[in-house]
């Protein structure tokens, strides 16, 4: 079993940043990648951002590269994602998940482990 806790959810105006973090612990050895999704009101869940434990190769969603960074810490079994220029359309909850199948993937049905999730409110 894994158990994934976010953090670092706000308020905050568009242009603001944010910082999650997501602490994973259990089996953490078994996860070979990490991915961030969020969640709108009255949307599907989508993806944001993945990463793998060994390497770090990462994924974006098209519309958030070069405002958002995941990163790693393998030390503290912790995934990062920093929010930068947040926008109103940034707005939802952000759940972090792990993936225990090899490969990548953006959908949120490939994804094994849950956190509770964090909420992210952007103003305009």
């Known amino acids: 079993q894994v158990q994934l806790t976010e953090s670092g959810g706000g308020l905050v105006q568009a242009g603001d940043s944010l910082r999650l973090s997501c602490a994973a612990s259990?089996?953490?050895?078994?996860?070979?990648?990490m991915g961030w999704f969020r969640q709108a009101p009255g949307k599907e869940r989508e993806f944001v951002a993945s990463?793998?434990?060994?390497?770090?190769?990462?994924y974006y969603l098209d519309s958030v590269k070069g405002r958002f960074t995941i990163s790693r810490d393998n030390a503290k079994n912790t995934v990062y994602l920093q929010m930068n220029s947040l926008q109103p359309e940034d707005t939802g909850v952000y759940y972090c998940?792990?993936?225990?199948?090899?490969?990548?993937?953006?959908?949120?049905?490939?994804?094994?482990?849950w956190g509770q999730g964090t909420q992210v409110t952007v103003s305009s």
């Open positions: 990463i793998k434990w060994s390497g770090g190769t990462t």
């Open positions: 998940a792990a993936k225990l199948a090899l490969g990548v993937s953006d959908w949120y049905g490939a994804y094994d482990y």
């Open positions: 259990g089996r953490t050895f078994s996860i070979p990648t």
